[in-house]
């Protein structure tokens, strides 16, 4: 039922400033086996050095998720949308018929540590759009708080795709039960600290498919930052 991703088996590249690690297929990196995941196809983790980032480029048909962990990371795009993002923020931008973006560290001093993720949408072609809502550390407590989904539900940002995604905090005696339903999947990936799912004790950058229906608890955490995704089979 458990298939564990660890974070150092996930690829890696230093380009000086960045420093980045793919779980799935992702530019010169290739895994076959995490080529992608049903609807997920990126989980980037990626430092960014102060005053550095990512020029001007082009995207089509992927929901992209920026979800930062520590840090500023200044955002400008072709749709007119200019921001920072800060920790407990979570920017969605469909690329659909097409978009450019550009992405910095806003620090002169410090590096910003950020997780992007893409989801592929269920349609191609649609009209380009953007959302940003922040997620306060309290709502995610002890708990998973859904930060992502289709219909957009409990405040959370929509995106093009039958998926549903939460983060969450956990120390100590917190724990959660999350149920994996008949015709889903589940990935689970440690943004930081570490938890155990069930009794497999991850740590920070490590990850783990949830391959088969059922409940499963994340317990016994130290620190413990996560993102849990709930995909169509």
Not at 104 to 113: K, L, R
């Amino acid at each position: 039922m458990l298939e564990v991703r660890r974070s150092l088996d996930r690829g890696y590249a230093d380009h000086g400033w960045l420093k980045t690690y793919h779980t799935f297929s992702f530019a010169d990196y290739y895994d076959p086996v995490y080529e992608d995941y049903g609807s997920l196809s990126v989980i980037n983790e990626d430092r960014i050095k102060p005053g550095k980032g990512f020029d001007s480029h082009a995207h089509r048909d992927v929901e992209i998720l920026t979800y930062v962990l520590a840090g500023e990371l200044e955002h400008q795009d072709s749709m007119g949308n200019s921001s920072i993002l800060r920790p407990g923020d979570v920017q969605r931008m469909s690329a659909g018929a097409g978009i450019t973006q550009s992405e910095s560290n806003h620090s002169a001093a410090h590096e910003v540590h950020l997780l992007q993720i893409w989801i592929k949408p269920s349609a191609a072609g649609v009209p380009p759009s953007y959302e940003l809502k922040h997620f306060p550390a309290g709502e995610k407590r002890g708990k998973l708080r859904l930060i992502a989904s289709a219909s957009g539900e409990n405040a959370s940002v929509s995106i093009h795709q039958d998926a549903r995604i939460y983060g969450g905090f956990f120390n100590a005696a917190e724990r959660a039960e999350f149920e994996v339903a008949k015709g889903r999947r589940a990935y689970a990936h440690v943004a930081s600290g570490s938890i155990a799912v069930n009794e497999t004790r991850l740590n920070a950058g490590d990850g783990v498919k949830i391959t088969k229906p059922g409940r499963i608890a994340l317990q016994s955490g130290r620190d413990a930052e996560v993102i849990m995704f709930d995909l169509h089979s």
